[in-house]
């Protein structure tokens, strides 16, 4: 018989927390297309991704908003984004670029371009939190997990004086689907990976405006 859904509690999460959801972010990832076309070995993408995600965990933990759960199970980071860019980021952009390069190294070209990528389509002109990674351990998946942690920071958006937008870029058709439950909406063009390698392989830019407490 299969397990029911699980009762998700949300937590923020504290700077002692982020080798573990670095950890869990890289296991939640691993075989995702942008992945995978990042790092095609698995063994190299096991190795080379707790690091990696670590300067996202590290960043949302400084300049943003990070969820979890108790148990450390799922992890949301969202940032701000204002009318300029990733609000907080910029001045530490050369020391994200050069712990990117630490931690990637020879693979460092292929990881700019897909950042570049991402933010060439990033959409600009109105405020609002960009969700750059929303996981959950992979055998808990399906459980409402990552819903609860996505309606945690959907009620802080509906309670500001000026309700702001949402903003994400889903990695697959079946997280397309989750977002789309919970109000985002498809922008007209998918993103193709930076090589168009391969033809098919796209992430999808999606868009919640804004609204009030889910």
């Known amino acids: 018989m299969s397990a029911g859904p699980a009762v998700a509690s949300v937590v ?11 950890a869990l972010v890289a296991t939640a990832f691993r075989d995702l297309p942008p992945s995978v076309w990042l790092v095609g070995q698995q063994d190299a993408r096991e190795a080379l991704f707790p690091g990696y995600f670590r300067l996202y965990v590290d960043l ?7 969820y979890t759960t108790p148990d450390r199970t799922a992890v949301a980071l969202w940032f701000p984004y204002g009318e300029h860019g990733h609000a907080g980021v910029e001045q530490d952009a050369a020391e994200y ?6 931690v990637t190294g ?5 990881f700019r371009a897909f950042d570049a990528q991402l933010e060439r389509h990033h959409p600009r002109g109105e405020p609002h939190d960009h969700l750059a990674v929303l996981a959950v351990r992979p055998e808990l998946q399906g459980r409402g997990i990552g819903s609860a942690l996505l309606d ?11 309700p702001a937008a949402a903003y ?14 919970h109000g985002y909406r498809d922008l007209p063009d998918p993103i193709p990976f930076p090589d168009g390698i391969p033809a098919t392989a796209m992430m999808y830019p999606m868009w919640r405006p804004p609204m009030g407490e889910p």
């Open 152 to 162: 945690a920071h959907h009620r802080e958006l509906g309670r500001r004086a000026a």
């Open 168 to 181: 994400l870029e889903a990695a697959s058709i079946d997280s397309r689907r989750l977002y789309v439950r």
């Open 106 to 110: 020879g693979r460092v070209d292929r």
């Open 12 to 22: 923020r999460a504290e700077p002692g927390d982020a080798a573990e959801l670095s």
């Open 60 to 66: 949302a933990l400084a300049t943003g908003t990070v």
């Open 97 to 102: 670029d050069a712990r990117l390069a630490a």
